[in-house]
């Protein structure tokens, strides 16, 4: 079976549960369609796919269409166009969510419910023309209803929303709660007790999504590069930091130096980055839920790091009465007063904005260091019997169904192919 495979361009969480997705369906053939950090992403890991097709610019469209036309299922993590192009098209779909209580409504679900329901499937304009008025937040919501299926991952709030589909009545998606969406053979593989090569990992993720870039509402990265050396000079037990993520990739790659210790920025391939977090003996992320899932299936607590985005803050509010929630470093230690709107774009500007204040102002700056400082010694402090009682509280409030279970109920094996 031919699968068309694509993910949502909001860092490399989708990207990274589209490749987890990917490696359990051995025997059929793979094609990646996409651009952006999701493209970057895929390319870093050709063994997940059979085929790779970036489709940037103008020619976007005509590609996907092209590949929908010979393909026999889509798989799509979070990617609202590619379900809606494959609706159109007649295409079975399995929708996969990590984010699925996240998506915000301005009108009731039953209203979207009825929209996609008198979906004109004429062409993908007059599709995307009909569902035009909804927010971006409801057109994931409004694939999920266009989806064959739902693959969702646990979250605190996620149970809830599952209930009002189901409330809906009528035919529809049909929905299954799955527990991480990880690289299981990935995690499997990654040694763990080897000699570490450094003290300290930080993963910053992909960075990239509707608003930030690498050059463009960057301020979080900025504010990164100032602290990095403090980071040194504060830290004599980290003599070796590794600092990974999108934002260094290629020639974006480079080392920062203080106090003869280093820290060396760079991307690193899914798989590697595994192995650095089964033997690195600290470890601090940006709150993404597929790096944080990773984290805990090689038991290992991270310390999380300021919020680049809205969703950042909405996973470490929801996960507030956990250890990893408590712990995790906030802007708002730095600007309580500073309200961040309870909104995706207008929360994640904000925080942008929070960001660039912090950098360009001494004052702050110093108060910034000064708590980051607190929450990392807090981190430090905590017992190994504190770490495991915090990653099995993590595990038992996003405990669901293996994915491979759940996803052998959706897309059929190939004959003589079995799921790892």
Not at 54 to 80: F, K, N
Not at 133 to 153: F, S
Not at 337 to 345: G, L, N, Q, R, T
Not at 353 to 364: C, K, N, S
Request: aromatic share 6%; charged share 20%; glycine share 8%.
């Amino acid at each position: 079976m031919r699968i068309l495979m694509g993910a949502q361009n909001c860092g490399f969480g989708p990207a990274a549960e589209l490749v987890a997705v990917s490696r359990l369906l051995h025997g059929h053939r793979r094609v990646f369609v996409g651009d952006g950090v999701a493209a970057l992403f895929a390319r870093r890991h050709p063994d997940a796919f059979d085929e790779i097709h970036e489709i940037p610019g103008a020619a976007a469209s005509d590609v996907t269409d092209r590949q929908l036309a010979d393909c026999d299922q889509v798989v799509s993590v979070m990617d609202a166009e590619l379900v809606l192009r494959a609706a159109v098209a007649g295409r079975p779909v399995t929708m996969v969510d990590s984010l699925f209580g996240f998506w915000q409504l301005t009108r009731p679900l039953r209203r979207i419910r009825d929209l996609c329901a008198a979906l004109p499937r004429t062409s993908f304009a007059a599709a995307a023309h009909h569902l035009s008025g909804l927010t971006p937040h409801e057109r994931v919501i409004a694939a999920h209803l266009l989806a064959t299926h739902g693959l969702v991952q646990n979250f605190p709030g996620v149970t809830e929303r599952m209930a009002d589909f189901a409330a809906l009545g009528g035919t529809g998606p049909q929905l299954h709660l799955t527990g991480s969406l990880v690289d299981l053979e990935g995690l499997r593989n990654a040694p763990r007790d080897a000699e570490p090569d450094c003290e300290l990992l930080v993963n910053v993720g992909g960075f990239q999504n509707f608003l930030l870039d690498f050059e463009a509402n960057d301020d979080y990265l900025h504010l990164l590069r100032r602290w990095l050396p403090d980071l040194l000079r504060d830290w004599s037990r980290f003599p070796r930091v590794l600092v990974c993520g999108g934002p260094f990739a290629g020639h974006r790659e480079h080392t920062v130096t203080a106090v003869g210790r280093r820290a060396v920025c760079r991307f690193l391939p899914q798989r590697e980055l595994l192995r650095k977090v089964a033997t690195t003996p600290h470890y601090l992320l940006t709150p993404g839920l597929t790096a944080l899932h990773e984290s805990l299936a090689l038991g290992r607590l991270p310390l999380g790091l300021h919020e680049q985005h809205y969703a950042h803050l909405f996973t470490v509010r929801r996960l507030g009465g956990t250890l990893f929630g408590r712990t995790a470093g906030r802007f708002a230690d730095v600007l309580p007063d500073h309200a961040v709107p309870e909104d995706d774009f207008a929360g994640t500007a904000a925080l942008v904005e929070i960001a660039g204040r912090i950098r360009e102002d001494d004052g702050l700056y110093a108060r910034f260091r000064r708590t980051v400082n607190e929450r990392i010694e807090q981190y430090v402090s905590l017992t190994p019997a504190q770490q495991r009682s915090g990653v099995d509280e993590l595990r038992t409030a996003l405990d669901g169904e293996p994915l491979p279970s759940v996803l052998a109920r959706t897309i059929p094996r190939p004959v003589g192919a079995d799921l790892p």
